[in-house]
């Protein structure tokens, strides 16, 4: 009897668990509240797993984008989620009034179950309230003070790419990896406005610290699996219950150096912030840190961040940062080597404008420049800095996108890299062609032509949740490009493919034009190799 209720219950152990899948794949596809609404693959439709997959090999933005070609503007990705490309439904998910929150994609998304930040804080009224407390650090005045940290970098950078060795007789240096460079420039940026010092990691030579951005990628990428796992509320359950200790142990070493960076980072700076406490304001270091150490209830006039929040909000700083913006400036060169008409179009208009390496300053003058900004735009475009979509729930109530209802607990979403691949917005969304940005009527480009195609662009996304570092971020990139170009020119190294698609990659990945990234809520990527030349001042 003993043995048959063993051997019953072995059985049971291992066949519960797929019957339970099985029976909830059954009710995804037919009693599902989406079952016969929206369309989507199959195996989709019955479990999460194939989403999984494709966000385990970094390539979900490409599924997603065959998946619309299928089944049109929108499909149901997850059994849960149906991802739209479309505009309209772009601004009736992400618009300040959408009756949605955060998914919990981003409490999976968090390292320990308590430590929340405004990205990962899904409660509509507590993220507003965090906001309200970060958006302390990025007034116009904390943007100006920063963009000085920048211009010193960005000159320091230029400096180093401009003393690599001569290639050719005609004075073209050293090949370089375009998004190895840049990653350790914004990183040494955002580091001495995050945490205090500057680590260095974009001199040349040795340096403890050089691997990180690799480290904050692979970090990226493990929890970034998590946030996507078919189970979610299951994971979430165990989170607090001894899996978070777990994932610490398995994290891989990169993820876990990149962890232990931050935590002694954070440390040094509450230190010095401590020391410096006493000083008048202006003798204190007024970086992104202090703005947020020092930022105050507005009614109470009390400190708002404790030591946890401030590690916290500290290390979504450096990620939110760093990448994204590394990411787009990767995928501006990567376009302008590939078009050199364009790229030549801009360095004019630089060289022009600006009489001198010192005009090129955070202002109205580098702001105003019509064709740097539409460069940007259209990099931005074309190389998003996180490709798929960003998840939100309906709230009690429902909400209708174009003319449907979706019930609460429905995961919606829009995805920036098929977003910006949609041919009714753009005519011709695969080619770089910052003149769409700009109003010119014999040139085809009409004011309508043009705000269709902002209505479906938003790199920063819009909402209660947008980027709040966009204005830091426009500062940073204008900084770079501008003085950069003003400097140096630049080309793709000769016979360099590396960025590019190529057939070997498969369906949506082949066109050697189109810089590829990887999947990993951010976008992962490779290249371009580029080359620069010193600028020639008596051409
Ligand atoms: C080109 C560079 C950048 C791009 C394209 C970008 C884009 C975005 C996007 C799309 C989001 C929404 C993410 C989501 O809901 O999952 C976001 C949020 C955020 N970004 Fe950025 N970002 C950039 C640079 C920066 C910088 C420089 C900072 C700060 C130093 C920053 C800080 C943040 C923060 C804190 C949030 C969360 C805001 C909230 O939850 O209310 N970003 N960003």
């Known amino acids: ?51 999984w997959y494709y966000a385990y090999r970094g390539d979900r933005h490409i599924w997603l984008q065959g998946q619309f070609k299928t089944y049109g503007y929108r499909v149901r990705i997850e059994p849960n989620t149906v991802v739209f490309c479309d505009p309209q439904a772009y601004a009736a998910i992400y618009s300040m009034k959408a009756n949605v929150r955060r998914g919990l994609f981003y409490e999976a998304y968090k390292r320990h179950a308590n430590d929340t930040t405004t990205l990962t804080c899904i409660d509509v009224a507590a993220h507003a309230r965090k906001r309200r407390y970060l958006n302390l650090c990025f007034t116009e005045r904390s943007i100006l003070a920063a963009s000085r940290f920048v211009i010193d970098h960005v000159d320091r950078w230029i400096d180093i790419i401009a003393s690599e060795e001569i290639q050719d007789a005609d004075g073209w240096l050293h090949v370089i990896n375009f998004s190895d460079r840049v990653d350790a420039l914004i990183f040494d940026i955002m580091a001495d406005l995050g945490f205090g010092k500057s680590f260095g990691i974009k001199e040349p030579g040795d340096n403890p610290f050089k691997n990180i951005p690799h480290n904050i990628s692979v970090y990226m990428k493990f929890y970034y699996l998590m946030s996507r796992v078919p189970f979610l509320g299951l994971l979430l359950w165990f989170k607090p219950h001894g899996l978070d200790r777990l ?46 150490a020092e930022a105050r209830d507005p009614k109470t006039g009390t400190i708002v961040y404790d030591e946890n929040d401030l ?3 500290s290390n979504l700083l450096l990620i939110a940062g760093s990448d994204t913006t590394a990411i787009s400036l990767s995928g501006i060169f990567f376009y302008l080597t590939g078009n050199p008409l364009k790229l030549n179009k801009l360095v004019e208009e630089i060289r022009t404008t600006f009489q001198s390496l010192d005009d ?44 449907q209802f979706y019930p609460a607990g429905t995961i919606v979403g829009t995805a920036p890299w098929t977003n910006s691949r949609n041919a009714e917005a753009y005519g011709d969304p695969d080619v770089f062609r910052p003149e769409r940005w700009i109003v010119d009527e014999s040139a085809g480009v009409t004011k309508e032509s043009v705000a269709r195609a902002r209505a479906a662009f938003h790199p920063f996304l819009s909402g209660p949740g947008n980027c709040i570092g966009k204005n830091l971020a426009m500062a940073e990139i204008l900084i770079t490009v501008a003085r950069t170009l003003y400097q140096l020119d630049v080309r793709r190294a000769p016979e360099s493919t590396l960025g590019g698609g190529s057939p070997e990659l498969g369906w949506g990945k082949t066109d050697p034009n189109q810089f590829q990234l990887v999947d990993a809520y951010i976008s992962l990527r490779k290249g371009p190799e580029v080359q620069f030349r010193r600028r020639r001042f008596d051409a």
């Open 1 to 51: 009897m003993l043995g048959f209720s063993f051997t019953s219950g072995l059985v049971a152990l291992f066949l519960l668990p797929p019957l339970a899948i099985f029976l909830k794949g059954l009710y995804n596809l037919f009693l599902h509240p989406l079952a016969n609404k929206v369309p989507g693959p199959f195996w989709a439709r019955f479990s999460g797993l194939p989403s």
């Open 247 to 292: 994932l610490d142990l398995i994290a891989p070493p990169a993820a876990r150096q990149y962890n232990r960076f931050v935590h002694d980072s954070v440390t040094s700076r509450i230190a010095l912030h401590r020391e410096q406490e006493h000083n008048p304001e202006e003798e204190r270091r007024q970086d992104m840190f202090y703005f947020l």
């Open 311 to 313: 590690r916290a909000e």
């Open 360 to 403: 090129i300053v955070y202002g109205q003058r580098l702001r105003s420049c019509t064709y740097l900004r539409a460069c940007i735009d259209e990099g931005l475009r074309l190389a998003p800095s996180g490709p798929c979509e960003l998840p939100r729930e309906v709230l009690s109530g429902g909400i209708e996108i174009k003319g």
